[in-house]
């Protein structure tokens, strides 16, 4: 009888082990891989083309409103200051003027730094800061960056988390004060 | 408790005696604040089963009181109270937040309320005296369309959170921003720069606001004056909302007077 139940001990550590190994790797391997869907821009967008060919700078797309708010993402009405009729030969812009512009359609851009409702985060306050601190430096990208959507929340996986801005605050003496960032 | 000090000080004067009680610093609250109007709900069997006229489902930010001298005519006197958050000085909803949902710790003074982060125990509406705390029974539901013209100022809260009155915080920030952008330091606002909704859209200009602690707005002035009370003062909560009326008896109204007592 005892013998009987010293095996059976065993047997049973053997296949906890087993099993913890495969939710281990499940857990770290598969499941992120499954909770983001990888998404690409409705336009493939080059800001390459634009920065080194045209000669623009950030601010001549991204740029503060007279308020003091931010424009963020251009919208046709910049646009189509240069791609009112289609100016390059690339088969993207050809697409973007035929389907947006000239059907008074906005882009449904992909932002990959999405903030929830309840987060107000000001780009005036940070202007000193380069924009690359907290953005992926795109201007020599040929490519627009990969989407990352989680899931769950259907927010993007590259958007800024709070422990990140109250990091930053903390280190840099600023308040961090609910109603800093929150609305 | 010890009250915190502020630089800043945002606060508001509101002149009884020019209040006339039309409400519409409730509604620019509301559509400033994305506060729903109530749906009515309409029950097969029972017809309309609730509209806003039940006032159990409404939630106001901002809410106008009518009070009067308890005389009859000729002398009955008729008086009306806007009463926004007080944004008190020590407040009493804030220390009994079992979640820091809520905390006086801004520049400005200005009460913060986290919606994602209230658990909905309701301790800071038993808390506060001014009964400015609204606990939201249900969810908000808008009439069909007007989700589309929802303010981006002001996030939406679900049901179970408690909101309250936040003086537009968003538009000190858009204010602070505007002053950036035209070379001004942002911690020294003019007055005017940042307004409540509320204020901006009293039509007898009952409701003043501005920095109580800068001697160049407004307020800071009138809160100083002879005329001016607040509400529950003994309790010692030092509110920053102040009352303005040259009338004797609503001033006495203003806290708890005992028949014969002096005011002081």
Not at chain 2, 74 to 101: F, I, N
Not at chain 2, 229 to 239: A, V
């Amino acid at each position: 009888m005892e013998e009987k139940k010293g095996t059976k001990c065993c047997g049973g550590f053997l296949a906890f082990v087993l099993g913890f190994l495969l939710s281990v790797v499940a857990g770290w391997v598969l499941f992120p891989g499954m909770l983001y869907s990888e998404l690409d821009q409705p336009i493939p967008f080059s800001h390459k083309i634009h920065v080194e060919d045209q000669g623009l700078t950030c601010d001549s797309c991204h740029f503060f409103r007279e308020d003091g708010s931010y424009q963020g993402l251009p919208t046709n009405e910049q646009c189509s200051g240069c791609h009112s009729e289609v100016v390059g030969q690339t088969q993207a812009e050809a697409k973007y003027v035929q389907e947006y512009v000239q059907k008074n359609k906005e882009v449904p851009w992909l932002n990959y730094q999405y903030q929830p409702d309840n987060v107000l985060f000001s780009h005036k306050a940070h202007e000193p800061f380069e924009c690359t601190e907290c953005h992926p430096d795109v201007a020599k990208a040929d490519k627009a960056p990969k989407y990352y959507e989680n899931k769950l929340s259907g927010y993007s996986k590259q958007t800024m988390k709070m422990w990140q801005c109250e990091r930053c605050h903390a280190e840099n003496g600023v308040s961090n004060a609910c109603h800093v960032c929150h609305k | 408790m010890h009250a915190k000090e502020f630089k800043i000080r945002w606060g508001m004067v509101i002149d009884v005696d020019k209040c006339t009680g039309c409400g519409a610093c409730m509604v620019a609250c509301q559509v400033e604040n994305n506060i729903a109007p109530v749906t009515p709900e309409v029950d097969a069997w029972a017809g309309v089963a609730y509209d806003a006229s039940n006032k159990l489902r409404t939630l106001n930010w901002l809410t106008v009181y009518e009070i009067n001298n308890k005389k009859a005519f000729p002398e009955y006197e008729v008086a009306y109270m806007p009463r926004p958050c007080m944004q008190c000085a020590s407040p009493a909803c804030v220390p009994v937040c079992p979640v820091v949902a809520t905390d006086k710790n801004e520049e400005g003074g200005i009460v913060s309320q986290i919606y994602p982060r209230c658990i909905g125990c309701r301790y800071c509406m038993a808390a506060c005296p001014y009964h400015a705390r609204y606990f939201n029974w249900f969810d908000p539901t808008w009439p069909a369309g007007m989700a589309k013209a929802l303010s981006p100022s002001t996030s939406t809260r679900p049901r179970g959170v408690v909101e309250k009155c936040n003086f537009c915080h968003t538009r000190f920030q858009q204010a602070k921003d505007k002053a950036r952008q035209e070379g001004g330091d942002p911690n020294s606002l003019a007055d005017g720069a940042y307004n409540t909704a509320c204020a901006e859209v009293c039509p007898s200009g009952a409701i003043l606001f501005g920095d109580l602690n800068n001697p160049a707005h407004k307020v800071h002035a009138l809160a100083h004056s002879k005329h001016s009370f607040r509400l529950l003062e003994r309790l010692g909560l030092g509110p920053q909302v102040y009352y303005y009326s040259k009338r004797e008896w609503v001033h006495r109204l203003g806290d708890n007077y005992l028949p014969n007592e002096k005011k002081a």
